[in-house]
């Protein structure tokens, strides 16, 4: 008996790596994908090296993957900021969780009142929805919105509010909802006497985890390289993000390098030698980091989620 399963076993074995067998082509595409992966790569570890090396060498030999001396002018130019860097990092954590946590509610919400066949504002809520994705007031607008009648100025509502709800996010989880999530179930619990709120929480947001994975990354990833908004409302030190504090740190060395106000005696302490580069590198660094740590552990979550509902069937 056991030498009947164990012939069984192999001769399953075997014909799934029949099955599995690398053709010329596959192999053909995996060294154009690896290439791809290196090109995408170089880049990257270019911005890593530079902003190890020394200001001197980046002068005489340009942005290199060999330069002639390390230093770590530019690192210490972002890290002697020190405590408002960690303040910085944990408003823009506190941002990147809460907007991004509160976004998904919100528009997973959104997805499946307009994904309910019987709901009768769902066509109307789905034109309303697409409006803010063809026309836009304009930034001058939004600022006086936000500062003169919602009052938002340094207040770091005016970081999450704008970014927690897009229209492509909320029509991938509408796709989502439509073709990966049976009809049956939802039937099911109406018939089990469940309204719409838990039959929402209890079945159709626990399905949906493979999407939310996906849109949150995305949500994260953008609160997380959100400038723009802080820099047009957030005045106070608290309250500054990470991107903001990066632009201010590039500024001020733009500033010792091109204004003439600056003292010889402030370039003579500094070694006469700015580190721009490195500095602008080490920012980079900082700001890419987590996203490049925290990526992997998104992926499978994040491809599922875009294209498990993209095909009905």
Request: glycine share 6%.
């Amino acid at each position: 008996m056991d030498t009947e399963k164990t012939l069984s076993k192999s001769k399953k074995e075997k014909e799934f790596k029949d099955k599995v067998k690398k053709t010329p082509g596959q192999y053909i595409l995996g060294f154009f994908l690896l290439l791809y992966t290196l090109f995408c790569a170089l880049p990257v570890l270019l911005v890593f090296i530079v902003a190890f090396s020394s200001e001197k060498s980046i002068s005489a030999k340009g942005f290199s993957f060999f330069p002639d001396s390390l230093s770590m002018d530019g690192m210490h130019s972002v890290l002697k900021y020190g405590t408002q860097l960690v303040n910085s990092y944990c408003v823009t954590i506190f941002i990147v969780i809460a907007g991004t946590a509160f976004g998904l509610l919100v528009m997973s919400m959104y997805a499946y009142a307009i994904s309910r066949p019987g709901f009768r504002l769902a066509k109307f809520l789905s034109i309303y929805l697409i409006i803010p994705m063809l026309f836009n007031g304009g930034q001058l607008a939004g600022y006086i919105v936000f500062t003169n009648y919602y009052h938002l100025k340094n207040n770091l509502l005016i970081l999450i509010l704008p970014l927690c709800v897009t229209t492509m996010n909320v029509l991938i989880l509408r796709t989502y909802i439509v073709n990966s999530i049976p009809a049956e179930l939802m039937e099911a619990a109406k018939i089990d006497g469940a309204g719409e709120g838990r039959t929402f929480f209890t079945i159709c947001l626990p399905l949906m985890k493979p999407s939310l994975a996906a849109v949150g990354f995305m949500m994260a990833t953008a609160y997380w390289n959100d400038w723009q908004n802080a820099v047009l409302y957030i005045d106070k030190n608290s309250l500054k993000p990470l991107q903001l504090l990066l632009y201010n740190i590039q500024k001020n060395i733009d500033f010792l390098l091109n204004s003439n106000n600056v003292p010889q005696a402030v370039r003579d302490a500094m070694g006469g030698n700015i580190p721009k580069n490195s500095a602008t590198m080490a920012t980079v660094i900082v700001v890419i980091a987590p996203i490049m740590v925290a990526y992997p552990f998104f992926q499978k979550y994040f491809v599922k989620g875009l294209t498990v509902g993209s095909v009905k069937g």
